[in-house]
Antibody, heavy 119, light 108 residues
Framework: EVQLVESGGGLVQPGRSLRLSCAAS????????MHWVRQAPGKGLEWISD????????AYADSVKGRFTISRDNAKNSLYLEMNSLRAEDTALYYC????????????WGQGTLVTVSS | EIVMTQSPATLSVSPGERATLSCRAS??????LAWYQQKPGQAPRLLIF???TRATGIPDRFSGSGSGTEFTLTISSLQSEDFAVYYC??????????FGGGTKVEIK
């Protein structure tokens, strides 16, 4: 059974940093690209970043480019999101998502970790 | 960036009736379109990819159609567990991957 478990969320002040983790199991982690998608309270879904299976290729939404860094450790079956210079508008539930066989869509999602940016 | 627009924002349907949800892309995305279902407090679930291919385990009352810029998700006979928010997402030209704003299907 595929499982994705996010952690690392919490309350953080504007301008500070936070590192999210996603522990994956139930599939061959290094066969798939992985993504982060967020959802602000009561709002829709926003893709923010992805990383290829071997970390060679990464991409970011403009809203987080230069502030967030995605990475992975295939030996640990883990995905990460380093978030710097956090803003109030980064407040959201952050999901990690496994890419499907079809590139660019997501066949499994974690339950999310909530990040709240507030003073 | 490809903008995805869903309509209506809210759809009120009685159990057993058909629901038809629309999604429009600001430019052609070919058939590179997915649909997700999200229930309150849950993560999204992949329903459809390739505009019309059901994901594993998705009941056949869910069907997708369309190509280019106009897409439809049809739920042929709504069950109680189908009341949720539905999102379309394009994966033709990215980054960024983009989602529609969602359609909430509620009980009439």
């Amino acid at each position: 059974e595929v499982q994705l478990v996010e952690s690392g969320g919490g309350l953080v002040q504007p301008g500070r940093s936070l590192r999210l983790s996603c522990a994956a199991s139930g599939f061959t982690f290094d066969d798939y690209a992985m993504h982060w998608v967020r959802q602000a309270p009561g709002k829709g879904l926003e893709w923010i970043s992805d990383i290829s299976w071997n970390s060679d290729t990464v991409a970011y939404a403009d809203s987080v480019k230069g502030r967030f860094t995605i990475s992975r450790d295939n030996a640990k079956n883990s995905l990460y999101l380093e978030m710097n210079s956090l803003r109030a508008e980064d407040t959201a539930l952050y999901y990690c998502a496994k890419e499907a066989v079809v590139r660019g869509c997501f066949d499994y999602w974690g339950q999310g970790t909530l990040v709240t940016v507030s003073s | 960036e490809i903008v995805m627009t869903q309509s209506p924002a809210t759809l009120s349907v009685s159990p057993g009736e058909r629901a038809t949800l629309s999604c429009r892309a600001s430019q052609s995305v070919s058939s590179n379109l997915a649909w997700y279902q999200q229930k309150p407090g849950q993560a999204p679930r992949l329903l459809i990819f390739g505009a019309s291919t059901r994901a594993t385990g998705i009941p056949d009352r869910f069907s997708g159609s369309g190509s280019g810029t106009e897409f439809t998700l049809t739920i042929s006979s709504l069950q109680s567990e189908d009341f949720a928010v539905y999102y379309c997402q394009q994966y033709d030209y990215w980054p960024p991957l983009t989602f529609g704003g969602g359609t909430k299907v509620e009980i009439k």
